[in-house]
T-cell receptor
Framework: GESVGLHLPTLSVQEGDNSIINCAYS??????FIWYKQESGKGPQFIID?????DKRQGQRVTVLLNKTVKHLSLQIAATQPGDSAVYFC????????????FGKGITLSVRP | GAVVSQHPSRVICKSGTSVKIECRSL??????MFWYRQFPKKSLMLMAT?????????EQGVEKDKFLINHASLTLSTLTVTSAHPEDSSFYIC????????????FGPGTRLTVL
């Protein structure tokens, strides 16, 4: 069936380095993608989104890249800080009637001081 | 803007009792609300989608008689876990959407349910 998955379960980076979190999706009909950050015991926090008519979108210290050819999504975090330590989820959505989010498995980002 | 609250944030109950969790959109009207369940170190799994004034649509494998959802107004949805058992212990998260082309969802802080 269709699924959204992440390549690595954990990622450890040095404070100040850049982080890259990757995600593969398999539903070719998905046209909207979102990255969420979830801290322990809290709900998901929106980071950045991208629509299928784009291949790159930048926010504050974050960049999302979308490669529809290989169904790949990535989140880049510049100058990673201890406060970035959390679990990150990618999610895909197919817009239109009955649209709903499908979440990937999640990856834990650990920032070493 | 786009704040969603949940109450309670944490609840402990005895097996066999029912628990109600509230989800409120505080500064916008939500045409659709979603309920998710998240087990430890796992991803969010959609349980059901509810639209104001109509019956909820449940995902496959989710028992509608056990997880009662009421979406009585554009700012409030409730999830009632009936006859709760220890295996229902989980983190329950709601989200609310105003609709629109991309149906952006705003998430609540979650409710930790522990059934003894």
């Amino acid at each position: 069936g269709e699924s959204v998955g992440l390549h690595l379960p954990t990622l450890s980076v040095q404070e100040g380095d850049n982080s890259i979190i990757n995600c593969a999706y398999s539903n070719s009909a998905s046209d909207y993608f979102i990255w969420y950050k979830q801290e322990s015991g809290k709900g998901p926090q929106f980071i950045i989104d991208i629509r299928s008519n784009m291949d790159k979108r930048q926010g504050q210290r974050v960049t999302v890249l979308l490669n529809k050819t290989v169904k790949h999504l990535s989140l880049q975090i510049a100058a990673t800080q201890p406060g970035d330590s959390a679990v990150y989820f990618c999610a895909e959505n197919t817009t239109g009637a009955n649209s709903k989010l499908t979440f990937g498995k999640g990856i834990t980002l650990s920032v070493r001081p | 803007g786009a704040v969603v609250s949940q109450h309670p944030s944490r609840v402990i109950c005895k097996s066999g009792t029912s628990v109600k969790i509230e989800c409120r959109s505080l500064d916008f009207q939500a045409t659709t609300m979603f309920w998710y369940r998240q087990f430890p170190k796992k991803s969010l799994m959609l349980m059901a989608t509810s639209n104001e004034g109509s019956k909820a649509t449940y995902e496959q494998g989710v028992e509608k008689d056990k997880f009662l959802i009421n979406h009585a107004s554009l700012t409030l949805s409730t999830l009632t876990v009936t006859s709760a058992h220890p295996e229902d212990s989980s983190f329950y998260i709601c989200s609310a959407s105003t609709g629109g082309a991309y149906n952006e969802q705003f998430f609540g802080p979650g409710t930790r349910l522990t059934v003894l």
